[in-house]
């Protein structure tokens, strides 16, 4: 079945996208608060050694999130 | 303002690692640690800073914060004080500081000040950077869009500080008497839930109310009545305060953007700068951990090897200084406490000054680069299965120097649980008052031989008792990971700084402050304590001492020894006699099963203040068993003799048996690994967690595993 909607864990190394929304309350605001917004291009820079955050570059500032918080930020196709 | 004394207290407040501790560095030259990471300062400071007119005022360095709407007890602190007009930090007005490089994210603080009616001058930070990377703005521009004073400063270089204080100083009329039009209007179900809030407590400010109403679950200076009326209020107006707080939140970036981009000329690119180049290595998925380590052993070696050169001196400096005024001084009671009481504390203080200083100075250099919130992303998953987060790695690394900092900038964990958890186990990592007992002990107990031509042998075994060390954290995290329950969300999400170097004021200044507070600290519990034991070791109950000379010189006498032995049997039933020695007979039992004697036990009762106490009790007993001998019959070499060496020459009085074996050393290193041995520690655990329960619960387990594995230790390898 075909997914209707992609999160920041579906991007590939250096692959860049817009962030849409986000499907976690808390998370929303602690990220929103932190400057990560709605319409922010987000680009996958690289995962950490054990797999379980990403690196990202958010409007060009760098941050690290867990994946299960990765995956509360939903994106453009 | 509020007091008639009170100085007016000006807040500096800002988002996490935006300057604001370098820039209250720079005004008020007060010592006050920074650095590179985010959550650095974890607790409010303040310092005074004269006006050019005469005036003076306080200015109040708070954590930094995104927003008022927190995830993380030192983000809470500034809610809590913001909501709270009679709390003692309370500003009555703001110097905001925002990274001018990142504008458009840090006023959303700013305009929620705004809102608060509190006076306010924005200071734009890190000019030089802005420079270099060619972002220009219009400061006037801002400044009229945003109704308050701006001002372009850099905390590094000092640019242009003056007119900061100008500006500081023009606030203080405004005091009191602030009334904006608010920044961004409240939707219906706020403005009604800001006025029941003004009706039923008073609070006037309607964006002041509406916080009350977000946090009134946790702010501290509610009482019951308070809570439950405002827990009526957010129920019957339907108030959600999560999705409130989003929607606030994504409002105000929508009014203040526009001003931003009005204001701010950026260059359109982010150029790859040399954060991502350094980055490509130090957290490469396989390189960045090994980087780490290699990290890691660097400044293992800086302790184990650098330090020991002037721990060496300082302990023969004390010895030669120790043995002339012996030979000086008259042979008087306050001589032996000069001597054997105050010197010896001082000794036992001055000694582990070279590595706490070059733990503080490392730390600090891996903070201020930037490099700690890196480890943060690179272990986050690791100390997850220990019931940590990857902010843990901070406060464990930082327990290598000492567990008191440590501890405290665990602030940065939001959830209870984790921070708990990181709290109760940081203490298991070997801190700088351990390396004395360690090596002294290994000193004994190990040869000096190299393994395989390579590596030391006493090395590997210092660096056994590190990973005993880390072992035992990650052992006690994950086996309370099991136990404790909780229900609050758990982040990750961190920013990760541009990499700098080091401001190198801002390195001395921090070590300087953290090594003094040491010292002081610490210093006061080992002065006390030694004094107390050179006075419980030289008086006993009643006339027990003479008796027990007396009774020593017929034995001597009986058993035809000569003049010196008999000295050192006298002072050796002498001690056993006094206060001291009683308690070590009394605790001895406890401690017999671990293969040690009174004389430890002592040191081991000692150190339960503080364990950088052990080699200074050891030094004092010791000293009396054989000081007068040492002085007049023995070669100036021998009065010299090391503790290390007096200690090997002990035996157990009743069966002859050495005290010190290999095993028993090696017992004794395990058992001072473990062993929770630290009062300041446990006043900190006691304030950071609000209740002496878990103090108590980290002393009592602590110890009795310590207990354990120097028992095991005894049976294996004695
Ligand atoms: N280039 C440059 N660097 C600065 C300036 N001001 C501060 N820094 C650096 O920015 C980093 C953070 O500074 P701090 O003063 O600790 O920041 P803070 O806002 O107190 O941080 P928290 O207490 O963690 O919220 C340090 O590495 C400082 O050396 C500046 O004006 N220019
Ligand atoms: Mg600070």
Redo the contacts with the bound molecule.
């Keep these: 079945m075909q997914r209707r909607y992609r999160s920041i864990p579906d991007l590939k190394i250096h692959e860049t996208a817009r962030a849409l929304s986000f499907s976690d309350a808390a998370l929303a605001c602690k990220l929103t608060s932190m400057g990560f917004l709605p319409g922010a291009r987000v680009e996958m820079v690289r995962q950490s050694p054990f797999g379980n955050a990403f690196y990202v570059k958010v409007d060009g500032v760098r941050m690290a999130l867990r994946r299960e918080e990765a995956a509360s930020i939903l994106l453009e196709i | 303002m509020s007091g008639s004394q009170r100085l007016p207290r000006i807040g500096v407040i800002?988002n996490?690692?935006?300057?604001?501790?370098?820039?209250f560095n720079h005004l008020t030259g007060l010592r006050q640690k920074?650095?590179?990471?985010?959550?650095?300062?974890v607790d409010i400071k303040e310092g005074n800073l004269r006006l050019p007119g005469g005036g003076e005022v306080t200015l109040v360095?708070f954590?930094?914060t995104y927003s008022l709407y927190p995830t993380s007890s030192d983000e809470k602190l500034v809610s809590a004080v913001l909501s709270d007009q009679k709390n003692e930090f309370f500003p009555d007005a703001v110097v905001y500081?925002a990274d001018v490089n990142h504008l458009e994210k840090h006023l959303l603080l700013l305009t929620q000040l705004l809102d608060l009616q509190l006076p306010l001058v924005l200071a734009l930070?890190?000019?030089?950077?802005a420079d270099e990377l060619g972002i220009k703005v219009n400061v006037s521009r801002l400044s009229e869009k945003l109704g308050i004073p701006v001002v372009f400063v850099?905390?590094?270089?000092g640019d242009n500080m003056n007119r900061l204080v100008s500006e500081i100083e023009k606030l203080i009329p405004a005091i009191g008497n602030i009334s904006r039009k608010a920044f961004f209007d409240m939707d219906a179900t706020e403005k009604q839930v800001a006025e029941a809030v003004r009706l039923n407590l008073g609070e006037n400010n309607p964006y002041r109310a509406l916080q009350l109403a977000h946090h009134f679950e946790w702010l501290p200076f509610l009482n019951e009545s308070d809570r439950a009326t405002l827990a009526t209020i957010v129920q019957t107006k339907n108030f959600v305060s999560l999705r409130a707080q989003v929607e606030e939140t994504l409002a105000r970036y929508d009014l203040f953007t526009p001003i931003v981009e009005d204001a701010i000329q950026q260059p359109q690119q982010f150029p790859d700068t040399p954060t991502d180049r350094i980055d490509a290595v130090l957290t490469h998925r396989i390189g960045g951990p090994f980087v780490f380590i290699a990290v890691m052993l660097v400044i293992f070696q800086a302790i184990f090897d650098w330090s020991a050169y002037p721990m060496d001196w300082i302990d023969n400096g004390f010895a030669e200084l120790n043995t002339w005024l012996q030979q000086t001084l008259p042979d008087h009671w306050t001589t032996e406490l000069l001597t054997d009481g105050i010197l010896a504390g001082l000794a036992g203080i001055l000694v582990f000054v070279p590595q706490i200083t070059l733990l503080f100075l490392l730390i600090t250099i891996l903070e201020?680069v930037g490099y700690m919130a890196r480890v943060v992303f690179l272990f986050d998953r690791i100390m997850r299965r220990f019931g940590m987060n990857g902010r843990s790695v901070v406060a464990l690394i930082g327990g290598s120097a000492c567990a008191v900092p440590a501890i405290m900038s665990s602030r940065t964990i939001g959830n209870w649980k984790e921070r708990l958890i990181t709290v109760l186990v940081t203490p298991f990592i070997s801190c700088s008052a351990r390396i004395p007992v360690y090596l002294v002990l290994i000193g004994m107990a190990v040869p000096r031989v190299r393994i395989g031509g390579i590596i030391g042998a006493q090395t590997l075994v210092f660096g056994a008792m590190y990973a005993l060390g880390v072992a035992a954290a990650l052992f006690a995290g994950w086996t309370l990971k099991r136990y404790l329950k909780t229900r609050e969300p758990s982040f990750l999400a961190i920013e990760l700084p541009v990499y700098?170097m080091?401001?190198w004021k801002?390195v001395g200044l921090t070590v300087w402050e953290k090594v003094s507070a040491f010292i002081i600290g610490a210093g006061k519990i080992i002065l006390i304590v030694s004094i107390a034991l050179w006075a419980l070791s030289r008086f006993g109950p009643g006339d027990a001492i003479e008796r027990a000379a007396t009774k020593a010189q017929e034995e001597a006498a009986a058993a035809g020894l000569g003049e010196a032995e008999t000295e050192d049997l006298t002072a050796q039933k002498k001690l056993e006699a006094s206060w001291a020695g009683q308690m070590g007979k009394a605790f001895e039992p406890v401690i017999r099963p671990l293969g040690y004697d009174w004389k430890i036990g002592i040191g081991l009762l000692t150190s339960f203040a503080a364990r950088e106490v052990f080699t200074g009790t050891l030094a004092i007993l010791y000293n009396m068993g054989s000081s007068e001998a040492d002085i007049n019959d023995r070669s100036e070499n021998e009065a010299k003799a090391t503790l290390r060496e007096k200690m090997q020459r002990e035996t157990f009085s009743d069966t002859g048996q050495p005290v010190y074996t290999f095993a028993t050393a090696l017992s004794l290193l395990v058992f001072y690994a473990l062993a929770m041995q630290c009062m300041s520690t446990l006043a900190v655990v006691r304030r950071e967690t609000g209740s002496w329960k878990w103090a108590l619960w980290q002393f009592i387990s602590m110890t009795g595993l310590a207990w354990l594995a120097a028992w095991l230790v005894q049976i294996i390898f004695a």
Excluded: L
């Excluded at chain 2, 930070?125 to 950077?129: I, K, R, Y």
């Excluded at chain 2, 850099?154 to 270089?157: D, I």
């Design positions: 800002g996490p690692n935006s300057g604001k501790s370098t820039v920074t650095g590179n990471f985010p959550g650095v300062t360095d954590p930094g500081i930070n890190m000019a030089d950077m850099s905390g590094r270089t201020e700098r080091p401001d801002n």
